[in-house]
């Protein structure tokens, strides 16, 4: 079991840096029209949800949100796990000639980034995909960077990070966890 290292953040540093990100979002993008806001199950899906609040707020409309999940595309999945089932029934978001906004709680390898490329592509072909995430903790194994970043935590490979939502764990916040050693 890891044991917490270190309180990165709390509700108002999270709700901060989702803010920060949500104007950096219509900045980028001259506003909101024609983007769809796409939460990476579990947790980047409550991300994307505040998001999308933040949005409403700023520009006076919501945007269209989705969720996304992913195992279907993941390419670290153990043999034992058994094969994943694809399920459509929410992906049958239309993101043809939109601008996706993938929204996930960390950045760590790029594997789950590429995972959600894929998924993205398999539903239809977008004019622009970015990728916002809470923490990017480094390490990367694939290319890939996000266009919008709440926080950068240089961590150690024996450490990881947690973001809290309300809907799993009760509270909004990230913690950093040193993962033991037996």
Do not use: W
Not at 78 to 107: A, Q, T
């Amino acid at each position: 079991m890891p044991e917490i290292k270190a309180k990165i953040t709390d509700e108002s540093g999270v709700r901060r840096a989702l803010m920060r990100i949500s104007h950096e979002i219509t900045e980028n993008n001259k506003g909101i029209d024609g983007i769809v806001v796409v939460g990476i199950k579990r947790r980047g899906v409550n991300l994307a949800q505040i998001i999308c609040d933040n949005l409403e707020k700023i520009e006076g409309v919501r945007p269209e949100m989705s969720e996304l999940d992913i195992t279907f595309y993941r390419d670290d999945l153990e043999k034992s796990e058994g094969i994943p089932e694809f399920c459509c029934g929410e992906n049958s978001l239309d993101v043809n000639g939109k601008k996706v906004i993938l929204v996930d709680d960390v950045i760590y390898t790029g594997r789950t980034a590429r995972a959600a490329l894929e998924a993205i592509f398999s539903l239809g072909r977008p004019s622009k995909i970015q990728l916002a995430v809470l923490v990017d903790r480094g390490h990367r194994e694939l290319p890939i960077r996000a266009d919008y970043v709440g926080k950068t935590i240089p961590t150690s490979k024996s450490e990881t990070v947690k973001v809290n939502t309300p809907e799993y764990d009760g509270c909004l916040g990230v913690d950093l966890y040193e993962i033991s050693k037996k």
